[in-house]
């Protein structure tokens, strides 16, 4: 008798399994919850401050400023000059143009950086005005001779669409180093700031990120104007609307959040403008600067913020109820907020018609879930499962691991850690050694990796598909994220075989479940479930049958076509 029970007892193997299937989940969530009480705690801390007016905070900052009285220009051009000289400091590319009004015989200095305005335009319209036009008139008396003032200067001697008045020292100095082109004349109490900055920038060109075979061939470049005049050429719409800030406490830079006024949702509209007015940084370089400040779940490992080169992608998005964050210095513009199936969309789906887009949409999805599981399925069929494959496959997979020193999980992760090197090298070496490297780099160590017994051909195919999968996604981050979690997959499988596999599954989907990106949730319209809004998930229904903007977005106008 003793001997049945016993034989109903699982073995230390099982039980250990059972066991880590217990510990793994109570202690990631245990982690979890630790680490968002440490910066709950944190944030509580700094609640106060960070909820201060933005006054406080700016005088606060600028506490050194305040003690001290602003300089004003006070229209001595000597001092003006000397003052304006001492701020600007030993910056060589600083450039002072001296030169005399012709109309008032008044001193005047035109303060610009080289490179930064366009050098055509300043001497036609600011120095041959002043020196050569614009002399008094004789015939009239002296009595009734203009005298010098800005008014008078902007009005009938600078033909030119931007100019403005500036009187403090401080902010002359800033505007100069910001690449404005100052003008100062003798006599007139304060500077005038004439034209824009004008430096060299990027012609248009196709975006490299996000190829297309059919749909417009322009992308964003570096240059916030420039961008913002493309989102208007895409077509006349009076509702679309452009709300500027600046962002940087050191080095300041304009930022532009774009929305249709009549159709984006107030709520969360007033939600994004909160968060960009708290972002408190020396600098911002790029818009993923801006994209990891202001999202929901910087411990997450899924983006909350779509970044796209492409206007038209933009475009579509402000006509949905989203948002586009547009910052100078970066062709990549951030659209708030991001759902998953989102990531795997591309606007060539929609201007092809719906059968082949809802086959490439399909195939995408099907492409993320191998990048993401493909490995882990893999090592809990070799080494726990082998049972569940048909025999003749399982013999031949078998056969051409004779010989492999290693367990599978080693195996997978070296040919997957070399795969990953590879695809990283041919990024950073220059366009035309990068594709042809990694491609024979890759035949080289498969075959050889192959020949010296090290890995199965089985395996090699595996990961290859892997790898291809990976690339058939749209967006180059999300494919990042499904990558850095492939290994993490491939060690719950290692452990605890296809239950692993499954637990990891599991674990993304909850994540995903509570992950939101400015209060919608992540994997909508997954969870909550809206049916209304699966005619453009996996399969994109016929244009004409899309005929109202997604729920999940609570838009103003609902219908697309009202």
Known sequence: MWSKIISYIPSWSTLFQAGLALVIPLGIYYINTSIYSLVGSKGAKSKHSSDRPLSDEHNEGHADQQHEPSSKITGNYDSDLKSIREAIGENSDVH???FVVKKYHARSVLIFIEGMQDEKLMSKQVLEVLMFEGQQDPQRPQEQQESISNSFIKENLMPLTQISEVADMEDLQESIL????????????????VGSPNGAIRSVNEPTSEALLRGPRIGFTEVLSENTSMLRRQGLNKSLEMKKFQVGSRIKKDLVVAYIKDIVNPDLLEEVTRRISKIDMDFLAES????QLIEDNYLSPFQQAHNTERPDRVINALLEGRIAILLDGTPFALIVPVTFSMLLQS????????IPGT?????????????????ALYISFISFHPGLIPTKLVISIIETR????????????????SIEILREAGIRLPKPIG??????????????????????????IVVAVTAISSFSIP???????????????????????????????????IHLTKLKSFGVPYVTPFSPMRLSDWKDMYIRVPISMMKRRPVMMKTQQTKRRP
Not at 441 to 454: E, H, R
């Open 475 to 509: 967006t180059y981050s999300a494919g990042i994220t499904l990558r850095l979690l492939r290994f993490v997959g491939m060690l719950f499988a290692a452990i605890l075989g296809m239950l692993g596999t499954i637990l990891f599954f599991l674990l993304i989907c």
């Open 96 to 98: 002072f143009r001296e």
């Open 288 to 291: 993923g600067y801006v994209e």
């Open 402 to 417: 004779q010989g492999v020193p290693f367990p599978s999980v080693i195996e997978v992760m070296i040919l997957e850690i």
């Open 347 to 354: 606007p060539e789906d929609y201007y092809e018609r719906w």
């Open 435 to 460: 594709p042809a490297m990694g491609i024979v780099g890759g035949l080289v160590i498969g075959d050889a990796a192959v020949n010296a017994g090290i890995v199965s051909p089985f395996l090699v």
């Open 359 to 375: 086959l490439l949409r399909l195939l995408r999805f099907s492409g993320a879930f191998i990048a993401l599981m493909g490995p």
């Open 178 to 193: 910001l690449g404005h082109t100052a003008l100062l004349i003798e006599g007139m109490k304060g500077a005038l700031l």
